[in-house]
């Protein structure tokens, strides 16, 4: 059965980075695009971030360069190091198994993780 579990959430000053990773079980990893999504409280949930089987990757625009997407296919686990966090940064972040980046819906969701930005 998959799973996905994030950890790495936490708080931070604005200005700080944080590092997310994804660990997977049960499924084939190297068959799969990775993404991270973020859902915070009003708000619609958006992709963050997708690391795609071939090695390209994708982000959404409100990244602009301060978040890096990368996948240890030995471990199994999709990593987001976040840079430069900014007030509206905050959300629950999740992973997410798709067959594509392109695909229009997950397939398996992790539990996801906090990130609080704040002085």
């Known amino acids: 059965q998959p799973q996905l579990v994030e950890s790495g959430g936490g708080l931070v000053q604005p200005g700080g980075s944080l590092k997310l990773s994804c660990a997977t079980s049960?499924?084939?990893?190297?068959?799969?695009?990775i993404a991270w999504f973020r859902h915070a409280p009003g708000k619609e949930r958006e992709m963050v971030s997708c690391?795609?089987?071939?090695?390209?990757?994708s982000e959404g625009d409100f990244v602009e360069g301060r978040f890096t997407i990368s996948r240890d296919n030995s471990k199994l686990t999709v990593y987001l190091q976040m840079n430069d966090l900014k007030p509206e940064d905050p959300a629950i972040y999740y992973c997410?198994?798709?067959?594509?980046?392109?695909?229009?819906?997950?397939?398996?969701w992790g539990q996801g993780t906090q990130v609080t930005v704040s002085a």
């Open positions: 049960g499924v084939t990893f190297d068959d799969n695009s």
């Open positions: 997410a198994r798709r067959y594509y980046c392109s695909s229009p819906t997950a397939v398996d």
């Open positions: 690391s795609s089987t071939d090695g390209s990757t």
